[in-house]
């Protein structure tokens, strides 16, 4: 953890003073990204210190070969990895013969800032280099929101004490390995190279999957603010383009390279018009110019902020941490194309593999149907109906019959990624995400078309699994699932596994009830629905009956359900007694000792309760938050937002803000030193929830939108936007009271406290 | 499973025809050992065909770099791969300029025979090569148990329908590559070549763990049974060396080589002199000369049978299975070295790695305790004696403190070397077996002196081990162990696994027993062991008190012991109920299936009963043999030996013999379609003890020996001996009654049927 690191600012990350050991930190923490293609915060230049290469394209994967010491039936003969993508950004340069190195180099007056409010990365430094020449260094850097494919880079250098030759070599590099990758390998193929005019391509396509891929540059050079021309020396090697400009500099000229650079991809062009589509994009660019395309960039975050921002008054470092946050999280998506999704560590490293996890339903999801158009968290959920098939392949391979599916733990194109059996098989919770997510856009949204056109589909195939899953205890006479791991992973094949058993009986009561409601009001797709899946009426009696028998482990004497069987066996000494030399536990314990320890590595029940808040009294939440939140290490960034939210529920501001603490600047801080491989990109919309459900205490059960609002102490106001249903509402709350502002023309009610309040368009509505 | 492979035959192991797809099974079942190295049947000429190399030295091991996808704290940095050694067999051969090849010729008349009474592999056959000569092929080989450094081998060929040239290529090779390695490395590096006339060496040593290995070999020729000159050309490659001899031979002219190869190695000698030993030994065997060390060892092993062998009359494919169980356990074995153990597949494959299982303990000590010098078992124990600290590591590195011990699931030197958090940190009960193996070989042997020299030591590093692993439960307000996996396998990561709390809790009973007797009759030892363990009295408290509280998962419904907390939850539909489709389970169903099915892979509760049968009445081994039995796939070998016994004990003749027929050929007969990977040697001591132990009734619980034969209806008779105490007892059952000779000068007795006899040294004993 490092408190001082980035330094505190409303709209900016800024890094002052270069050091060489957090190199790989910062170029996770400054990475940019548009929802098309995202980038490690590399140095344009050579860095022959500690680095970690990272440029990727949403969607692009390599499904690379499972290794494991102890195969099991079942596993994935392969698993999707996230790919490194060609470079585009590198300019190497040379200063009078001295190659420009910051690792070789005497670097002063270093500033990194990624400027949040326009969505452009900036470095400046004066450096001296061994020969003793001294040089401004300024860049700046952008992938464009508006012309996705684009991404465009100022690189200026202004010699301070000498007049001398500057040669600068962009090139672009397809000859790219995984980070992650023990064997070195290639996993793309270089097809075709194109030279021309200052600029160039590479064609290149991934293995196995043949992703085709342009990767394109175009360069423009200024001489203290005037075009110049500049002839280059070309070098085309076996898997990159280099181009050398070579020109004479004076004492305090500003010599400036403009590159563009570029990927077009065969998932949305015709792999034959590649090269061209790239040209055509490039020569685009260039004739905007940098600094008309670095407006553009301006106008589309702004846009983005207007709905999205939150802000918060009295306390820099939390505006700063929820500005990144959010930042982040459109980043990495933008909500357009059903095929992408949000990866765990978006475009910002390679760990985990796979893009998508059930952090996507149960965290994202809420985050980008509040900030954004519905559309976007539609595309969420066809993203994973469009993958029903190779859900139903899944469940298949583990022995499940009659079409139910069992959606993958980590997934790339809708196959299983992952291979430790207590998850791949058993963590099988995650299906019941799938519905939830539904579920929660309907009721936001209004949106019910959903269920009958795409949503019945899943329902009524997990609901198959979950049928098939659970089995009849003849000893308790009652449904039981054996051998399952719960959003707790440390806690593995356990059986009946209360939050598990709670949300397979939800979805089989969901499933039953919207089939219902699909045959009444919409029965042509009914009809569809039940031609394409030959559901039976036996299969829906049969899901009643395990849904008015599954079986919740519970304690009558500490009136709690059990995370799972045989939790009260466990030696139950809570964390405050836990030496701090034992934490992380994750890192000092053997797996073994983690286990049968009391531990909670994230919201298990708890996560239950937040989910199904409206099922259960306040009091048994707050008996079920006592007796767990004790036990819980949070050694999951998902975790301490659900804590937050619900410790706000039950008017414990002060845990709540603790918690919240704990996720909000998990990254900024480096809060587990591990931010070099990447930022935790699905828990930064947990960090939103933790003050717009948490603080904010928003609800929408029952379609009904409802507020609770509450502030730290250390803050003096805050305030959000979310769209509903239409409307766009602000609510500001300070220490004095609330107001909630309806933005649109339309009127609309929400429940504060309880109360109906009605929200006419385009007025405030103030609450002391 | 093939039930016509082998013929049927005494003595002897026979494969008549040649059949290309047998290849790597036949070289499995004919492997040749002498408990200090052995090898697989691999031709000595060049195969073309599918083959799997293997040779090994007893105790050479290389640490390999643990790969797994997940790591997880406490996971072996390495783990000991059994090497596969330079190769010394090899003898390539051309016939006028065609390389004798059986993959590209016609076989006919091949008959491959393994005399398990001599302990020598022999192979004749004709083939006719592409350039259509035919020749006779007779080769015969055997691993010397006199002088256990050497092997011989004559090689005769015999030209049937030309005159012609034959030349003859001896080499060695330490260019080896394991077959279990993915990464094709090699872990031998060639340090030292020597030629010499008609011999060479290669010293070489592993990487890493720096065995010095020295590879020699030398050659005699005859023509005709009269010793030959003959010239060599030499090559000197960079990891073998290969000598080329040409002669020409006269249609039906028999030419012999003979080939003496030897290892010689650092773990018995001076590193530097392992050229000059070979030398020397390999001169030996040469003046010796193949006929008389034939000779020497068809004696060797008249002496091993003299005491190991079993008659069965009346079924002969049952005689030639035991013969060859206990001729395998002796090749792998022969009890000098207490560095050595008896790896799972022997030296006849690679398959799991390390040597050591608890299987030696459990399964192995009981036959080489019965059928050799008491010496051997111990050697065994000693084996675990001297890892004792490398245990305490193990324990260490898991958490556990105070000088506790947990022995390695799998190992060479150990350390651990196995990476299934489920098994290596959780199939803990390993730890008990080798107090029990301590306890077995005491009362049977009434060596007492073991346990204040060695045992003990080990019993209270155990003893701590469990203390520790266990946790009091304030809902039971008894000892649970949680997390743990019993010998069951088909099970991970349960509660309270019946098994091994037993055992647990008679391990402590037992140390507490021994601490005792310890301090009484041996002083000195018990103040030496005391000071060097530092045990507390506190301890002892400590220990009985888990002792007395230890809680056993029980059900009243079915009164029987439960093999776990929840077993109940399960559907019990029994193995029968099951379609034959559905198994092996392990090679059809998914790990989750596998593990929420009740399916036992192997006696677990039942391994309990067996191992402490004299604390438990007749009739509730038989509740539980029926509750569980029907429930058991048999999926690992070391399983079905244990119902037959068991079945045994309870009258159940019928199901004794069939389980009896599940383990007695298994390889044979490829019951598995796997013998091609190597044999299940640990096993064969299972299939002995199912006949000693099982039909026999043999037991020497409290010291005492007594028998309650019986004998499967097909069987005429079948006779054993045992060593006891200083006197070997021949027992002979048939359906008329049974015989007892005391083989020795020294009375003994035992108890039949529950009544005493005594038996006169040299005296029979009828009873009908």
């Known amino acids: 953890m490092n408190l001082d690191y980035i330094l505190p600012n409303e709209w900016s990350i800024i890094e002052k003073g270069f050091d060489q050991n957090k190199v790989t930190a910062s170029e996770s923490i400054f990475s940019i990204g548009n929802g098309y293609m995202g980038q490690r915060a590399n ?53 009078d013969g001295t190659k420009l190195d910051l690792n070789n180099s005497k670097v002063s007056e270093f500033v990194r800032e990624l400027n949040m409010k326009e969505g452009v990365l900036t470095r400046s430094c004066l450096v001296e280099l061994s020969n003793g020449h001294q040089i401004k260094l300024e860049t700046s850097r952008f992938l464009s929101l508006e012309i996705q494919e684009i991404g465009a880079i100022k690189y200026a250098i202004t010699p301070l004490n000498f007049d001398g030759e500057i040669e600068v070599t962009p090139y672009i590099d397809a000859g790219i390995l995984n980070e992650d990758s023990n064997y070195d390998e290639f996993f793309w193929e270089v097809l075709q190279k194109y030279e021309g005019k200052n600029e160039a391509q590479i064609l290149s396509k991934t293995l196995k999957t043949e992703f085709h891929v342009c990767t394109g540059m175009h360069m423009q050079f200024e001489l203290n603010g005037f075009e110049i021309p500049l002839e280059s020396k070309n070098e085309i090697l076996d898997k990159s383009i280099k181009y050398t400009y070579k020109t004479f500099v004076k004492q305090n000229d500003t010599f400036c390279t403009y590159k563009y650079g570029c990927y ?28 008309d395309l670095l407006k553009k960039q301006k106008l589309a975050w702004s846009k983005i902020w207007e709905t999205a921002d939150i802000v918060i008054d009295g306390d820099i470092k939390a505006q700063q941490a929820i500005r990144f946050n959010i930042f982040q999280l459109n980043q990495t998506y933008s909500g357009e194309d059903s095929r992408l999704n949000i990866g765990p560590k978006g475009f910002t490293g390679e760990k985990y593999g796979g893009s998508t996890y059930w952090d996507t339903e149960a965290y994202c999801i809420p985050f980008y149907m509040s900030t954004k158009d519905k559309n976007v968290a539609k595309n969420l ?8 098939d190779k859900a139903k392949e899944n469940a298949e391979k583990l022995g499940f019959t009659n079409g139910a599916a069992l959606y993958p733990m980590v997934t ?25 997510a539904i579920y929660n ?37 009652q449904y039981v699932m ?61 899901w009643q009956h395990v849904s008015e028998h599954m ?34 536990i994750n890192q000092k314990w053997s797996w073994d000792k983690i286990l049968r320890s009391p531990y909670i590595k994230q919201a298990d029940v708890l996560q239950g309760l937040y989910f199904f808040e409206n099922h259960f009294s306040r009091k048994l939440i707050e008996k079920h938050f006592d007796f767990y939140e004790p036990l819980t290490v949070h050694e999951s960034s998902l975790s301490p937002c659900v804590h937050s939210i619900i410790a706000a529920s039950i008017n414990r501001m002060d845990k709540a803000y603790e918690m919240y603490l704990r996720t909000a600047r998990l990254d900024l801080d480096d809060y587990n030193s591990e931010v070099h491989e990447g930022l935790h990109i699905t828990s930064m919309a947990g960090t939103w929830l933790a003050i717009v459900q948490g603080f904010g205490g928003m609800r929408n059960f029952n379609g009904q939108l409802s ?29 004095k009271g609330c107001t909630f502002i309806n933005e649109s023309d339309t009127d609309t009610s929400i429940y504060l406290n309880g109360k109906e309040i009605v929200l006419s368009g385009n007025q405030l509505v103030e609450n002391k």
Chains 1, 2 share one sequence.
């Open 43 to 95: 140095f344009e230049e050579t860095y022959s210190g500690d680095t970690f290469q990272g440029s990727y394209i949403g969607g692009i994967y390599y499904p690379d070969k499972t290794r494991v010491g102890w195969w099991k039936n079942g596993y994935p003969e392969y698993f999707a990895k996230v790919l490194n993508a060609p470079n585009w950004i590198g300019i190497d340069v040379c200063i």
């Open 264 to 291: 077009v991809q065969s998932m949305n062009h015709n792999k034959e018009e590649l090269i061209f589509e790239s040209q055509k994009l490039l020569q685009k660019a260039a004739i905007i110019g940098f600094e």
């Open 381 to 388: 959920l066809l993203y994973r109906y469009h993958q029903l």
């Open 412 to 436: 790339m194109n809708g196959e299983e990624c992952h291979n430790e059996w207590e998850i791949t098989f058993e963590e099988i919770h995650r299906n019941g995400a799938m519905i939830y």
């Open 441 to 477: 856009y309907v009721n936001y949204t209004n949106d019910y078309s959903y269920i009958p056109e795409f949503g019945l589909e899943v329902m009524i195939a997990i609901a198959r699994f979950w049928q098939q899953r659970v089995n009849f205890s003849e000893d308790k006479q």
């Open 482 to 542: 054996l051998g399952v791991t719960g959003p707790n992973e440390y806690e593995n094949n356990v059986n009946n596994n209360w939050y598990t058993n709670y949300l397979a009986k939800w979805c089989l009561d969901y499933t039953l009830e919207n089939i219902n409601l699909v045959r009444k009001d919409y029965p042509d797709d009914y009809h569809r629905v039940i031609d394409i899946t030959q559901l039976k009426q036996d299969e829906l009696k049969a």
């Open 551 to 584: 079986y919740f482990p519970y304690s009558e004497k500490h009136q709690v359900y059990l995370q799972q069987d045989g939790f009260l066996d466990k030696e139950l000494i809570t964390v405050d007694q836990l030496d701090a030399s034992q934490r992380p």
């Open 707 to 735: 507020f609770n609002p509450q502030i730290p102490e250390k803050w003096q106001s805050y305030s959000f936007k979310i769209n509903f249903r239409g409307c766009t509402i602000k609510i500001t709350k300070s220490h």
